[in-house]
């Protein structure tokens, strides 16, 4: 546990308010159950005899107080410290929790009211930090990864403009060189155009002004933008299902997260198979659409991942088809703004269906047989 003292708010009570008579039980100084009571760190007060005399709900339910004793070693060591002085400290520690999860709290522990020494308390507030550490983290990756993903067009760009000025004499090799400059920059172009998607997604959870959105519409805009690459592919797109569900939301982002899901779906599909967008209303007032394929499958180790930014069950695939790591990622930010999930269920081998559910608008009775 780091400890540093905060020299700056050091507390120095008067001295002859420093012994109490042994006998004489700890109350709290007016007023100080009420701050307690509306702070939203877990709070302890401890006596002098480190026996706890005021613990908030969130102190006992992450197991910092159990009974009138505090539970962890360090903090318990941490409150004897500014009792003997009196100066302000901070700092950081871990509790196990259940399932083997840790909680990390920031803490700061001052003497309260007036005595110090061998009779004063002390109060402890402790924050839990465990969930900004965790987007601390992923920001940081996220970072790293964007990085390390940025520089394979761009260095392949650099490279070719490099053999393009050497070939400048063979006109057949500029064409060749040409083109795959030019795939590389709609990568690129790719890449940057789905950060920019996550970002704002990310944004503005939920979706701020939601609108009438009719799912026929977004099945059918999103089966067009991926037509053209199944066809040179000889695969089949077909949908199926219940017309007539709409919802609330935004339908770009939606027309988006289908969009991502068939394009999966047609570059980890062997040619001459067939995906199917099937559309109907589901339970607890949901729409439910599906994609599924005939796919190589995803492994099962690899089901929990799939929705993390950048990460690829085949990497080598992914890159050949242009994918950017992100759009399944994507897929997922836009149901949380949609206040929906999405689920996957595949065999290796065998093909995977991923699902969108989606809160209807409304409760009419719907029309059998899209087309």
Same mark, same amino acid.
């Given at each position: 546990?780091?400890?540093?003292?905060?020299?700056?708010?050091?507390?120095?009570?008067?001295?002859?308010?420093?012994?109490?008579?042994?006998?004489?039980?700890?109350?709290?100084?007016?007023?100080?159950?009420?701050?307690?009571? &509306?702070?939203?760190?877990? +709070?302890?007060?401890?006596?002098?005899?480190?026996?706890?005399?005021?613990?908030?709900?969130?102190?006992?339910?992450?197991?910092?107080?159990?009974?009138?004793?505090?539970?962890?070693?360090?903090?318990?060591?941490?409150?004897?410290?500014?009792?003997?002085?009196?100066?302000?400290?901070?700092?950081?520690?871990?509790?196990?929790?259940?399932?083997?999860?840790?909680?990390?709290?920031? &803490?700061?522990?001052?003497?309260?009211?007036?005595?110090?020494?061998?009779?004063?308390?002390?109060? &402890?507030?402790?924050?839990?930090?465990?969930?900004?550490?965790?987007?601390?983290?992923?920001?940081?990756?996220?970072?790293?990864?964007?990085?390390?993903?940025?520089?394979?067009?761009?260095?392949?760009?650099?490279?070719?403009?490099?053999?393009?000025?050497?070939?400048?004499?063979?006109?057949?090799?500029?064409?060749?060189?040409?083109?795959?400059?030019?795939?590389?920059?709609?990568?690129?172009?790719?890449?940057?155009?789905?950060?920019?998607?996550?970002?704002?997604?990310?944004?503005?959870?939920?979706?701020?002004?939601?609108?009438?959105?009719?799912?026929?519409?977004?099945?059918?805009?999103?089966?067009?933008?991926?037509?053209?690459?199944?066809?040179?592919?000889?695969?089949?797109?077909?949908?199926?299902?219940?017309?007539?569900?709409?919802?609330?939301?935004?339908?770009?982002?939606?027309?988006?997260?289908?969009?991502?899901?068939?394009?999966?779906?047609?570059?980890?599909?062997?040619?001459?198979?067939?995906?199917?967008?099937?559309?109907?209303?589901?339970?607890?007032?949901? +729409?439910?659409?599906?994609?599924?394929?005939?796919?190589?499958?995803?492994?099962?180790?690899?089901?929990?991942?799939?929705?993390?930014?950048?990460?690829?069950?085949?990497?080598?695939?992914?890159?050949?088809?242009?994918?950017?790591?992100?759009?399944?990622?994507?897929?997922?930010?836009?149901?949380?703004?949609?206040?929906?999930?999405?689920?996957?269920?595949?065999?290796?081998?065998?093909?995977?269906?991923?699902?969108?559910?989606?809160?209807?608008?409304?409760?009419?009775?719907?029309?059998?047989?899209?087309?």
């Amino acid at each position: 546990m780091a400890i540093r003292s905060a020299r700056p708010g050091t507390v120095r009570p008067n001295r002859p308010n420093r012994i109490r008579a042994a006998h004489q039980p700890a109350r709290l100084p007016p007023g100080i159950a009420s701050v307690l009571s &509306v702070l939203s760190s877990s +709070a302890v007060v401890v006596d002098s005899n480190d026996r706890v005399l005021r613990a908030s709900a969130a102190a006992r339910a992450f197991g910092l107080v159990k009974g009138d004793r505090l539970m962890v070693t360090e903090l318990a060591a941490l409150a004897r410290q500014v009792r003997r002085d009196g100066e302000i400290r901070e700092g950081e520690f871990e509790v196990p929790g259940p399932g083997g999860r840790t909680t990390s709290f920031a &803490v700061r522990v001052a003497p309260l009211g007036a005595a110090v020494g061998g009779g004063g308390l002390v109060l &402890v507030l402790a924050e839990d930090q465990t969930e900004s550490r965790r987007v601390d983290e992923v920001k940081r990756d996220f970072v790293a990864n964007t990085s390390h993903e940025l520089k394979t067009p761009v260095g392949a760009l650099a490279l070719l403009a490099e053999t393009i000025e050497d070939a400048a004499d063979d006109a057949e090799a500029v064409r060749r060189f040409a083109g795959k400059m030019r795939q590389e920059a709609q990568r690129l172009t790719n890449l940057v155009q789905d950060l920019i998607t996550l970002s704002r997604i990310q944004a503005v959870e939920p979706v701020p002004d939601p609108r009438p959105v009719e799912l026929d519409m977004v099945v059918a805009e999103a089966l067009d933008r991926c037509r053209m690459k199944a066809n040179a592919r000889g695969i089949t797109l077909a949908s199926s299902g219940t017309r007539g569900l709409s919802v609330l939301g935004d339908e770009d982002l939606l027309v988006t997260a289908l969009r991502n899901l068939l394009e999966n779906a047609v570059a980890y599909s062997p040619e001459r198979t067939r995906v199917v967008v099937s559309l109907k209303r589901a339970s607890e007032g949901n +729409a439910e659409l599906s994609v599924a394929d005939q796919g190589i499958g995803i492994p099962e180790r690899d089901l929990e991942r799939i929705f993390e930014r950048f990460y690829r069950v085949d990497p080598a695939r992914s890159r050949a088809t242009g994918g950017t790591g992100l759009g399944l990622a994507i897929v997922k930010h836009v149901m949380a703004a949609h206040n929906g999930r999405v689920t996957v269920r595949s065999v290796e081998g065998s093909g995977s269906t991923f699902t969108l559910f989606i809160p209807l608008r409304n409760a009419h009775e719907p029309q059998e047989g899209l087309k």
